[in-house]
C-alpha cells in the first residue's frame, strides 16, 4: 500500500451479531479500495477476536428490529426474549437469512480482512478485566492500550466509534 | 484470454471484495468482466473504479445481471 493511501481507524465497542457488521463491511470494503485500515477492539468488541466466533443477536428492546417472516415484518415483544432459547433461535435465524441473501458471514468477513492486511488490535485492559485467554483469540493478534488507539486515530483521514 | 468473475447471489461487499482480489491476476490493459445481481453494486464499482484507479469501461444490466466492464490500472 502507498504511503499517500487514506487512513480509516475505528474502534469497536459491541458485540452482537448486528453489531459486528458494519466494522467489519467498512474495513474490508476500504482496504479493497486502497485505505490503510486499523481497527481496535475493546469490551465487548473483543469478543469479534475469538477464534470461535458464536455471535448472538437479541430481540430485548430492539425496537427497530423487524424481520420479514411469513411474508411480513415482525418485531418480538421484549417479553418473549426473557423464555430460555428465544435469543438463541433469533440468533439462528438471523444467520440463516444473512446466508440465504447471499450476505457474508462474519467469520468470512473476517478473513478477508486479515488477507487484505487490515490492522486487528485487542484492547489489553479488556482482556484483562474480562479474563480473556490469548489462546482464544486469532493468532498473531496486537494487543495495546488507548494511546496506542489513539495514535492511529489522530493520525488517520476518517475515524469511527461503532 | 478472458477474465471473468461470476458475483451473482453475492451481496455488498462481496462483489467488490471478490473483484479486487480477481483483478490482481489481470495484466494491465486487459478487463475484468464481473457479473453481479446486488443492484447496490452500480453505485460500489463506480467508486471502486475511482479509487483505485481502474477503469470502469462500461457497466449494463439486463434481466437483473448488471456486467462491469473493468480495465485493470497495473
Known amino acids: 500500500m502507498s504511503d499517500n493511501a487514506k487512513k480509516f481507524t475505528?474502534?469497536?465497542?459491541?458485540?452482537?451479531?448486528?453489531?459486528?457488521?458494519?466494522?467489519?463491511?467498512?474495513?474490508?470494503?476500504?482496504?479493497?479500495?486502497?485505505?490503510?485500515?486499523?481497527?481496535?477492539?475493546?469490551?465487548?468488541?473483543?469478543?469479534?477476536?475469538?477464534?470461535n466466533l458464536d455471535l448472538q443477536i437479541s430481540t430485548l428492546g430492539n425496537p427497530a428490529m423487524k424481520m420479514p417472516m411469513a411474508g411480513m415484518h415482525m418485531v418480538m415483544p421484549n417479553l418473549m426474549s426473557a423464555l430460555p432459547g428465544v435469543d438463541a433461535m433469533a440468533s439462528k435465524m438471523m444467520k440463516n437469512l444473512i446466508k440465504r441473501k447471499g450476505v457474508a458471514s462474519i467469520e468470512e468477513l473476517r478473513d478477508l480482512a486479515v488477507e487484505a492486511?487490515?490492522?486487528?488490535?485487542?484492547?489489553?485492559?479488556?482482556?484483562?478485566?474480562?479474563?480473556?485467554?490469548?489462546?482464544?483469540?486469532?493468532?498473531?493478534?496486537?494487543?495495546?492500550?488507548?494511546?496506542?488507539?489513539?495514535?492511529?486515530?489522530?493520525?488517520?483521514?476518517?475515524?469511527?466509534?461503532? | 484470454m478472458a477474465h471473468t468473475l461470476d458475483a451473482k447471489g453475492l451481496n455488498c461487499p462481496l462483489p467488490i471484495l471478490r473483484a479486487k482480489k480477481a483483478i490482481k491476476d489481470v495484466p494491465a490493459g486487459e478487463i475484468l468482466t464481473v457479473l453481479a445481481t446486488d443492484p447496490g453494486s452500480v453505485k460500489d464499482f463506480q467508486a471502486f473504479c475511482r479509487s483505485t484507479g481502474h477503469e470502469l469501461v462500461e457497466w449494463h444490466e439486463s434481466d437483473g445481471v448488471y456486467t462491469y466492464q473493468i480495465r485493470s490500472a497495473s
Open chain 1, 117 to 162: 492486511d487490515v490492522e486487528l488490535i485487542g484492547c489489553q485492559m479488556t482482556m484483562d478485566l474480562f479474563e480473556f485467554d490469548e489462546k482464544e483469540m486469532l493468532d498473531g493478534l496486537e494487543y495495546a492500550g488507548a494511546a496506542a488507539y489513539m495514535e492511529r486515530a489522530l493520525a488517520s483521514d476518517l475515524n469511527l466509534f461503532i
Open chain 1, 10 to 51: 475505528m474502534i469497536v465497542t459491541k458485540g452482537t451479531l448486528d453489531w459486528a457488521y458494519p466494522p467489519f463491511i467498512l474495513a474490508t470494503t476500504a482496504a479493497a479500495m486502497g485505505v490503510n485500515v486499523s481497527m481496535f477492539f475493546t469490551f465487548y468488541g473483543l469478543g469479534l477476536l475469538k477464534k
